[in-house]
């Protein structure tokens, strides 16, 4: 399979930004992202420092506000009101997983939907779900990027999504939905699920689970999109589909690293500039 380039989108994606963002500039209007990270969990930490370079790169101020594990429920909520009532952070983000104690649902009930980078909060799962501008879930938002960047017409493809989480899969089929492919959506309890995968022209996988995708549930010339990020035990990062295993098949797939993760980082930026751009009235 021939490999998607990620790193080469993202690029790109992050250099339109960057112009943008400095015309906004000139309007005396400065693009800021504000994150919200709780705990010392390893693999959040080293998302955040992305997203702070992206913001870089992009001529977007950041942003991060590190709370101790020890943080209540109260006191992020609290914060979280400073920053949706602050007219200088355009997006606000609350970095996941958050600690057992601090209920994820109501924090990010707390998030203006004005601000709402993420796409997480009801208000814009909803906008999404009955065709509303929104902003959409970057990580999907980032896969729909990929998908168009291989040229192939996704419209009447029979698109299969593997996982239905909140974040991912579900919004992902509705994605998928808008761009006219016919979307199956398989989980934990899907019967036969090999037979379902391999009926798929488009694949997205995101279950988290390494290498659960294997050669022999690909469809030749199939375009392959591996959301999964699995540490291995060798330190490595793995993705959820055995992309070395379907080096012999016709199609495409995104690598991981490489892949979704750093497209998912330029959306984020997309959905920042956005954000400011329609606080000002110029969207
Ligand atoms: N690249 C990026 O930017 C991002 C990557 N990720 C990665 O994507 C992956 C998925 O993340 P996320 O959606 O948050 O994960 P969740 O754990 O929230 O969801 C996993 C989904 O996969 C399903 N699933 C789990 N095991 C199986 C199985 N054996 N067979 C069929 N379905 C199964 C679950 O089904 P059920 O609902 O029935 O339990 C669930 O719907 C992870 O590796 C994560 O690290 C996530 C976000 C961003
Ligand atoms: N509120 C919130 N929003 C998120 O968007 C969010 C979150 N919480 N919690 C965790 C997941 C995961 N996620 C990734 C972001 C970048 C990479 C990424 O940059 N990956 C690089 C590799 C990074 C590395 O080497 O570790 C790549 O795939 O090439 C991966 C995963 C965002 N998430």
Redesign the pocket.
């Known amino acids: 399979m021939e490999r998607i380039d990620?790193k080469a989108l993202a690029a790109k994606v992050k250099a339109q930004v960057a112009a943008e963002v400095e015309a906004l500039r000139g309007q005396g209007v400065v693009p800021k992202l504000t994150v919200i990270l709780v705990g010392e969990d390893p693999?959040?930490q080293?998302?955040v420092g992305?997203k702070a370079k992206d913001c870089a790169q992009c001529g977007i101020d950041s942003e991060v506000l590190r709370l101790p594990d020890s943080t209540t429920e109260a006191q992020l909520l609290a914060e979280i009101a400073v920053r949706n009532s602050d007219p200088t952070v355009s997006g606000l983000?609350?970095?996941?997983?958050l600690p057992r104690h601090i209920n994820e649902k109501k924090v990010i009930e707390a998030i203006s939907p004005e601000k709402d980078v993420?796409g997480?909060t009801p208000v814009n799962v909803g906008r999404l779900v009955i065709g509303e501008d929104c902003f959409l879930p970057?990580?999907p938002a980032g896969c729909i990027e990929l998908l168009k960047a291989t040229g192939e017409p996704l419209e009447g493809k029979r698109a299969v999504v593997l996982g239905r989480s909140n974040?991912v899969g579900k919004p992902m089929a509705l994605l998928l939905l808008r761009e006219n492919a016919t979307v199956t959506v398989c989980h934990s309890r899907t019967r036969d699920l090999p037979s379902v995968v391999r009926e798929a022209d488009i694949l997205v996988a995101a279950i988290g689970k390494k290498r659960f995708v294997t050669p022999d549930m690909v469809k030749e010339g199939a375009l392959v999109v591996d959301v999964g990020?699995n540490r291995g035990e060798d330190g490595k990062?793995y993705g959820d589909v055995d992309e070395p295993g379907l080096a012999d098949k016709a199609g495409r797939i995104t690598p991981?690293?490489?892949?979704?993760?750093?497209m998912?980082?330029a959306m984020?930026m997309v959905n920042t500039l956005k954000a400011a751009k329609r606080q000002h009235g110029l969207d």
Request: hydrophobic share 45%; aromatic share 8%; glycine share 18%.
């Open positions: 990620g693999a959040s080293v998302y992305g983000l609350v970095q996941l997983p993420d997480f970057c990580t974040i990020i990062l991981v690293p490489g892949g979704v993760g750093l998912t980082r984020l």
